[in-house]
Nanobody, 116 residues
Framework: QVQLVESGGGLVQAGGSLRLSCAASGSIFSINTMGWYRQAPGKQRELVATVSRSGFTKYADSVKGRFTISRDNAKNTIDLQMNSLKPEDTAVYYC??????????WGQGTQVTVSS
């Protein structure tokens, strides 16, 4: 089993920055890919960014050039640096982990609100 705990959400003005962190515990060596997803009110959960254990990253087109995902395998953490935030980035952000058996784990979510 894997547990994921997010931190770092909050309220920020448009154009501002926030940094989200996710700490993994439990069977951490079974985790391959980790990432961030988000869900806005009335919308489906969508991919924001992912990073593999080897460091390969993937971003949604809507955040490319503004968000940066990073991973520290020694600390079992991932971060999401979000710059140039827009009101449309407002959502609950969820940390995600996928193990080598393709089991999926989710954190409890953290709210990010960008005011215009």
């Amino acid at each position: 089993q894997v547990q994921l705990v997010e931190s770092g959400g909050g309220l920020v003005q448009a154009g501002g920055s926030l940094r989200l962190s996710c700490a993994a515990s439990g069977s951490i060596f079974s985790i391959n890919t980790m990432g961030w997803y988000r869900q806005a009110p009335g919308k489906q959960r969508e991919l924001v960014a992912t990073v593999s254990r080897s460091g390969f990253t993937k971003y949604a087109d809507s955040v490319k050039g503004r968000f940066t995902i990073s991973r520290d395998n020694a600390k079992n953490t991932i971060d999401l640096q979000m710059n140039s935030l827009k009101p449309e980035d407002t959502a609950v952000y969820y940390c995600n982990g996928v193990d080598y058996q393709v089991r999926i784990y989710w954190g409890q979510g953290t709210q990010v609100t960008v005011s215009s």
